[in-house]
């Protein structure tokens, strides 16, 4: 993964990807603030999902969740404003 797309971008726009620091990110449902983040595979495609604790998974982090899933204000449901770090 090299980065994923600040919040929507449209077909046919430009728009930043981000490997690190703050963006608005599309996120399953249930994430908290606090929580870390993972892309693991068995989300909605583009989604972000809570990290699940286990063996080999350390590597499967990629932001933390700045806010709740339900409450985001500026973006409303269905997103967080995550602080990611992508590894290079």
Do not use: F
């Not at 728009?15 to 983040?37: N, Y």
């Amino acid at each position: 993964m090299l980065g994923i797309a600040d919040h929507a971008i449209a077909s046919g726009s430009y728009g930043w990807v981000i490997c690190k620091g703050p963006a608005v990110v599309q996120a399953q449902a249930g994430v908290s603030t606090g929580e870390r983040l993972s892309s693991d595979g068995d989300t909605t495609v583009g989604e972000l999902d809570t990290w699940t604790d286990g063996a080999g998974n350390s590597e499967n982090i990629i932001g933390i969740a700045l806010e709740t899933e339900s409450s985001s204000a500026t973006y409303g449901a269905g997103y967080v404003i995550a602080l990611v770090d992508i590894p290079a």
